[in-house]
């Protein structure tokens, strides 16, 4: 095994992102779990959605502040494509509103969700602290914390398949997720090849390792909250969204 | 007359900054009149654009800051055209590589500008000063700061007109020029109507005139450090550009 100074070969770094995927992405949480057995109430998927959706509202946010980080028009044109994925070309159009038509799908207004009132305070942190991320880190970092799409078309798929057999009143909502299914394997194949051009040290390539994992927590994060407040032990804090219904389903 | 406290009303409002443009727009700038008049030599105008071109570098920054500081798809989806335009669809395309023509129409090589190394210090802070209103100040100022596209396109048009009548070899970097001829009203047409909806208070309009003024004075700061440095009395500091030829036209 090579020193921790030695630059890795590109399969090697490949191989090791996509292990800190298979340990830290939040496919295995708990909340997910749950919701992939049909073991979640309505008001639990309310709860995830709404909460969600503020992780929703920021992406094109951050994607915003990493094109503001970059001097190269031909990165930009590449990465601005990600606004046009969640802000989409018209009213009605784009990934935030997709989210937002899954929100009702569960039974929400979209007045409820939009303004992002009755978000967990844990969530809200875990956000902003992506947001944090992309300003304050090297631009290298902030484009390796999108590495995560790596494994999220893979969850998709299977929440796709799950949400469609136990939650069959969702259907109207999983466009969001259909359009993932190929903008996320688009997206990650030029942040891939990216980053492993930009890491040119191998102290370059823990930066962009440890980015992904700083993000899997962020992502880990936002569920945990959700989990903490509509499943066990099931307090909500004081602001936050009540589900209106009792008991697991 | 109202007091100082009272809403204007939206024309007063236009009048207003229409007044500020007249007044300290850089369309009066000498530096600029030199130009119009044909009393500038190719290695003047070698100057100016390669002293320029770093404002041209950052304004897909710029924009891409101020996207990242609104939660309105709408808005974003408006302000995202801009990105278009400078960055352009393809390699070749774009404001940003229009301008790196217009460099390599007065004799300079692409190389000795894209890297902004031979800047003077005046026009990359005047840039710079740029970059920090539109982060720090309110979203309002941030988005005012381009209503000088209220004034560009007359300037624009009168310089082409010049241009091409006293210094016909630039013909062949004239199309950043040709664009703005259109892209500059489009863009203007939103702010202004996105301003004098956001503004809602004299305060707040206040901040909208002073916001456009300061960006006249961006401008005019970084013809200023051209002048001196490259017309009167000439002294390009350390490491700026030096003109190759002597002399006035």
Same mark, same amino acid.
């Given at each position: 095994?090579?020193?921790?100074?030695?630059?890795? *070969?590109?399969?090697?770094?490949?191989?090791?992102?996509?292990?800190?995927?298979?340990?830290?992405?939040?496919?295995?949480?708990?909340?997910?779990?749950?919701?992939?057995?049909?073991?979640?109430?309505?008001g639990q998927l309310q709860a995830w959605a709404?909460?969600?959706?503020?992780?929703?509202?920021?992406? *094109?946010?951050?994607?915003?502040?990493?094109?503001?980080?970059?001097?190269?028009?031909?990165?930009?044109?590449?990465?601005?494509?990600?606004?046009? /994925?969640?802000?989409?070309?018209?009213?009605?159009?784009?990934?935030? !509103?997709?989210?937002?038509? =899954?929100?009702?799908?569960?039974?929400?207004?979209? &007045? $409820?969700?939009?303004?992002?009132?009755?978000?967990?305070p844990g969530v809200r942190y875990a956000v902003d602290a992506y947001l944090d991320l992309v300003?304050?880190?090297?631009? @290298?970092?902030?484009?390796?914390? #999108?590495?995560?799409?790596?494994?999220?078309?893979?969850?998709?798929?299977?929440?796709?398949?799950?949400?469609?057999?136990?939650?069959?009143?969702? !259907? #109207?909502?999983?466009?969001?997720?259909?359009?993932? =299914?190929?903008?996320?394997?688009?997206? %990650? #194949?030029?942040?891939? /090849?990216?980053?492993?051009?930009?890491?040119?040290?191998?102290?370059?390539?823990?930066? %962009?390792? /440890?980015?992904?994992? $700083?993000?899997?927590?962020?992502?880990?994060?936002? @569920?945990?909250?959700?989990?903490?407040? &509509?499943? !066990?032990?099931?307090? *909500?804090?004081?602001?936050?969204?009540? %589900?209106?219904?009792?008991?697991?389903?």
């Amino acid at each position: 095994m090579s020193p921790d100074t030695d630059l890795l *070969p590109a399969e090697e770094l490949h191989t090791r992102l996509q292990s800190i995927g298979d340990q830290f992405y939040h496919h295995r949480h708990p909340f997910h779990l749950l919701m992939h057995e049909g073991k979640l109430t309505r008001g639990q998927l309310q709860a995830w959605a709404l909460n969600r959706f503020y992780y929703q509202s920021r992406i *094109p946010i951050k994607d915003s502040i990493i094109l503001s980080r970059s001097c190269d028009p031909e990165f930009r044109r590449a990465w601005r494509k990600r606004l046009v /994925d969640h802000d989409g070309n018209h009213p009605g159009d784009g990934g935030i !509103e997709r989210w937002l038509r =899954l929100a009702e799908a569960t039974g929400l207004s979209r &007045y $409820r969700v939009v303004h992002n009132r009755e978000i967990l305070p844990g969530v809200r942190y875990a956000v902003d602290a992506y947001l944090d991320l992309v300003s304050h880190g090297t631009l @290298l970092e902030a484009v390796s914390s #999108s590495l995560t799409e790596l494994f999220s078309a893979r969850l998709i798929a299977l929440r796709m398949d799950r949400l469609r057999k136990h939650y069959p009143w969702l !259907e #109207s909502g999983l466009a969001y997720f259909q359009a993932r =299914l190929t903008q996320a394997p688009e997206d %990650v #194949s030029f942040t891939l /090849d990216w980053v492993t051009q930009h890491a040119t040290t191998r102290a370059e390539q823990e930066l %962009v390792m /440890d980015a992904l994992r $700083r993000k899997c927590d962020i992502l880990w994060a936002q @569920l945990d909250a959700i989990y903490y407040a &509509y499943v !066990e032990p099931g307090w *909500p804090p004081p602001g936050a969204y009540l %589900v209106e219904e009792a008991g697991a389903a």
